[in-house]
């Protein structure tokens, strides 16, 4: 009886099939949609006036920042964000951050960067196209659209160092615990005195600090591959971990470069920039 039942329920619904999958695909659609974050300070009305066109799209980066950038570098290098805004020490943060977030950075990209970043670049190019912007207008919306891409460069730089990071957050290898513990601090001052230059009334401290970690990152790249090469030669650290030590290590001079240069680009005051409304 129960199998005739079944069978009869199958047929029955067999012309309705081509109906059923539409809608589930609807559903799983809007779904997806809603995971993938939208703008907010973005929309036509913005391409009426140069200054409300820069104003949004220094509005929408630094969204883009605070609320994406931040995050998925904070959580790639299995740290919390509050820790970092705290005012607990880089070298203590990092000490009690032994956790495997399992953060998808990929993941984390198409959901919460690249549609903002899109959008950011295509108002950018519209607006240099359409409106008469002054030489200054038009040079900050430049800037604009290279603190995005920097951004991006950011979340490519991190995805390879996190594999890393996680790999020996808890090695039994002290030395190589050690460096990547390092190269994780040095990411945290960062974003520290970052957070504290766009939240801070002292901006100028937090952009001298800024200043000394970029001179810091450019001159560290030649002392930590004499630091690497001499832990290989006492046989702390073996040949291969050396290798994903130099790439890290460029790695995270890269993204303290690009990290400053976004702060330095989208936080620094340019109020004579908005003056031109045409």
């Known amino acids: 009886f129960h199998t005739i039942f079944n069978v009869i329920g199958v047929i029955i619904m067999i012309p309705f ?6 809608g589930l695909l609807k559903v799983f659609k809007e779904k997806l949609d809603r995971d993938v974050d939208e703008p907010k300070f973005l ?17 929408e980066s630094k969204y883009l920042y605070e609320n994406s950038i931040f995050e998925i570098v904070s959580h790639a290098l299995n740290i919390h964000r509050e820790d970092i805004k705290s005012n607990l020490g880089a070298k203590k943060i990092v000490k009690k951050s032994k956790e495997d ?8 990209y198409y959901t919460k960067v690249k549609n903002i970043y899109g959008e950011i670049i295509r108002y950018a190019t519209i607006g240099q196209s359409e409106l008469a ?5 038009s040079h900050q919306v430049d800037e604009i659209k ?5 951004m991006v460069e950011i979340i490519r730089d991190v995805q390879q160092l996190s594999k890393n990071v996680t790999a020996f957050l ?26 504290l230059f766009r939240t801070d009334i002292e901006i100028e401290k937090h952009q001298n600090k800024l200043s000394e970690l970029k001179d810091e990152a450019k001159l560290s790249i ?6 690497i090469n001499k832990l290989i030669r006492e046989n702390k650290i073996n040949v291969d971990m050396g290798s994903s030590l130099v790439n890290d290590n460029d790695n995270v001079n890269d993204i303290i470069m690009n990290l400053i240069d976004i702060a330095e680009l989208l936080y620094e005051k340019r109020d004579s920039l908005l003056e031109n409304n045409t």
């Open 146 to 150: 290279v603190a995005n891409r920097k």
């Open 43 to 59: 929309n036509p009305s913005i391409l009426k006036f140069s200054s409300s066109l820069i104003l949004a799209l220094l509005n």
């Open 133 to 137: 912007l002054s030489i200054d207008q």
């Open 17 to 22: 099939i081509n109906l059923l999958v539409k």
């Open 101 to 108: 977030f399992n953060v998808d950075v990929s993941e984390l």
């Open 170 to 195: 808890n090695s039994e290898n002290k030395s190589i615990q050690k460096e990547y513990d390092n190269l994780r601090r040095k990411i945290v001052k960062v974003l520290r005195v970052i957070y």
């Open 222 to 227: 030649h002392r930590s591959n004499e630091s």
